[in-house]
């Protein structure tokens, strides 16, 4: 049986008892090792599987032959100082590959020529060649010890170790493999957390902030403004270098452009770039751009010319633009691409409707009536009110009536209290669509008919027993969106994106003579494609590594059911007759994963597919529009733009792991 690895940590007294090389305790052993692993949990340091580790009775022994290798002195952690700076010093030490040491002030500093490779051991921080074998015999002038605790001056008595250094001879032959870093691993970190809360270069000068690092790591000094805004430079520079590579690689695209201006009346125009790799779909900032004061659809169209050009998009890679409703947007969409390549925001056409309702005299003195209770009397969050997000009245009075089923209906009568909870029930399905569109940043265009089509059944449905104001506010909001239905179903882009996607189909769609007139397209489309030449060919990612045997029974049971069906026959080519005959998919499915199985059947319309899909349903993130925490979003967005902080608003968005912390 092999001998457990507890015992490089112990020395066997007797037969029963052992003693601790780290605290040098005795420990009853009983013929086991429970007592052993059980002391060894008071040295939470130590990695019973790092067979790198050697500790002898708690020192550090040099071996013989390096007789010119100086060690530095070291003070172990004190018990009280925290993981975190414990974690905070290995990681400065790691990425600059040297060893650390404090100054008088307790700052960490590393002379170009004692810089060394570390490790960590036990308690303290030694060189590699400092580790030695279990079989060398330790000799009292091979010994460092350690300070008792008890003994420590008041000047060793820092959260963090007080490190002493002692020059290293043999410098000269250290051969150093990667140059060291010019600037403190931390402050990638602090521009990381600058860009993801959108926060301004300044905030690394203020007290509070500054306050804040000393505490959590006194021997950190975070850069200068400047500093800071230089690095984050940098790395933006580098991420639009990236992006360009990645966007070079994609067949096709969508825009999406919104327009904000603030209370000062500043405004700047976001454009976001919309696509899919393999099953995911992507969507990233391109430019946040100031825009003048009194600008004109001429701006925008050089501002998006602009912007193409910075990132090598060509016009003909660019399938459509989406934009809020707005005639000054609209005319940029068609002076830069043509009217037929505009997409309506989705999300803004429900939020115009909501607002008109909520304008109406009986909500608006159902609204005042229960303002003051509610930031009054229940103390409630003041921002469930707001006149720029309409469906925060709808929340309001929806939290009051939850209220009431344990308290007093004050301040609504009876009758009060029976109407705001039907005009509650004929908003539910409009208010629920909302917070749908909310769960992604941008939802899929694919989603916008389906969404729309069932609202207009759900609220063609009467009540028993309903109230007038109730049914005319249902009325109404049924004729607001068979409007916006019949110019969606027009869309071209919002058309084909339902159709190709086999959660929906033309299931959607309220005209058989418009899916006829798309279906008839699609035809069109696949000849001029047969008539090229070229084979319409699932496209999938090669990996020779991995062989799929369910993709090739994919492959043979489509060509089986080919012939079971007739091959003879004029639908056995047929591809978009069997697409639209088939049934529909889970709705909780995703639509790239779901043509990942029928390519091989469709092939054609797997390619036209991707040209739809990626389209967003709105111009900018729902929850802007919907949530106060959008809200405060746009907020920042304007604040930063004043100080022309474009590279940290494109930075903002930019995924985790493309940081490389």
Not at 94 to 116: F, T, V, W, Y
Not at 425 to 431: A, F, I, K, S, W
Not at 560 to 573: H, L
Request: glycine residues 2%.
């Amino acid at each position: 049986m092999s001998r457990s690895r507890i015992w490089k940590f112990y020395d066997k007294l007797d037969r029963n008892s052992a003693q601790c090389q780290l605290c040098e305790k005795v420990i009853k052993t009983s013929g086991n090792t429970s007592n052993l692993m059980k002391h060894m949990k008071t040295h939470p340091q130590i990695n019973l599987f790092d067979d790198d580790v050697v500790v002898e009775r708690g020192i550090y022994k040099r071996r013989e032959q390096d007789d010119k290798l100086r060690f530095r002195k070291v003070v172990p952690f004190k018990e009280e100082s925290s993981d975190f700076h414990s974690e905070l010093l290995f990681k400065a030490a790691k990425d600059a590959s040297g060893i650390i040491e404090l100054d008088d002030q307790g700052m960490i500093k590393a002379a170009a020529e004692d810089r060394i490779s570390t490790k960590s051991v036990g308690y303290a921080w030694v060189s590699p060649e400092a580790t030695v074998s279990r079989t060398e015999t330790v000799g009292g002038d091979d010994i460092i010890e350690f300070e008792p605790k008890e003994e420590l001056d008041e000047s060793e008595k820092s959260p963090l170790p007080q490190i002493h250094a002692v020059p290293f001879a043999g410098h000269d032959n250290l051969k150093m493999e990667e140059p060291l870093p010019s600037e403190s691993p931390f402050h990638k970190d602090i521009a990381f957390f600058v860009c993801r809360d959108r926060q301004s270069l300044q905030i690394v000068q203020g007290e509070g902030f500054q306050h804040l690092v000393k505490v959590l790591c006194p021997t950190y000094r975070p850069p200068s403004a400047a500093k800071l805004e230089a690095i984050i430079c940098r790395e933006s520079e580098a991420q639009r270098s990236k992006l360009c590579q990645q966007l070079a690689d994609i067949s096709t695209l969508s825009l999406s452009c919104s327009v904000h201006t603030n209370a000062e009346s500043r405004s700047w125009m976001e454009l976001v770039a919309h696509f899919h790799e393999g099953r995911q779909r992507i969507s990233r900032t391109l430019s946040v751009l100031r825009l003048p004061d009194l600008f004109t659809s001429n701006d925008l169209v050089d501002r998006m010319d602009q912007v193409c050009q910075r990132f090598d998009i060509p016009k003909s890679r660019i399938c459509c633009v989406s934009t809020r409703s707005s005639q000054l947007l609209e005319d940029a969409v068609t002076s830069f691409m043509g009217a037929h390549h505009h997409v309506p925001c989705f999300a803004d056409q429900l939020n115009s409707i909501l607002e008109e309702v909520v304008q109406r005299p009986e909500i608006r003195h159902l609204r005042d009536k229960v303002r003051s209770h509610v930031q009054s009397t229940l103390q409630l969050n003041p921002q469930l009110d707001s006149i720029h997000r309409p469906i925060s009245v709808y929340n309001m009075l929806d939290l009051y009536l939850k209220q009431t089923l344990v308290q007093e209906p004050l301040p609504l009568s009876t009758s009060e209290v029976d109407l705001c909870q039907q005009l509650l029930d004929v908003l539910r399905p409009l208010t629920s669509s909302m917070r749908e569109l909310s769960r992604t940043p941008y939802p899929a265009a694919s989603t916008a008919l389906p969404i729309a089509q069932t609202l207009i059944n759900e609220l063609k449905q009467e009540k028993s027993a309903e109230h007038m104001v109730a049914r005319e506010i249902r009325l109404f909001l049924v004729q607001q969106l068979e409007e916006i239905f019949e110019r969606m179903e027009r869309n071209l882009h919002l058309a084909l994106a339902s159709l190709l996607d086999p959660r929906f189909r033309n299931i959607p769609f309220r005209s058989g003579a418009l899916v006829a007139q798309y279906m008839t397209q699609l035809y069109d489309m696949m000849q001029a494609h047969v008539d090229s030449g070229e084979q319409a060919v699932a496209k999938h990612p090669e990996n020779r590594d991995h062989y799929d045997i369910w993709a090739a029974f994919k492959s043979f049971s489509h060509g089986k059911q080919r012939i079971v069906n007739g091959s003879n026959g004029p639908e056995a080519d047929d591809e978009i007759a069997r697409y639209f005959c088939a049934g529909m998919s889970t709705l909780r499915a995703d639509p790239f994963q779901l043509w990942e199985e029928l390519a091989e059947a469709h092939p054609f319309l797997h390619n036209v597919a991707q040209r739809y899909l990626h389209v967003p349903a709105t111009a900018e993130p729902a929850d802007r529009l919907f949530t106060a925490e959008g809200a405060a979003v746009a907020a920042q967005y304007a604040r930063l733009i004043e100080n022309n902080m474009e590279n940290i608003l494109f930075m903002a968005e930019i995924p985790t792991k493309e940081w490389q912390l």
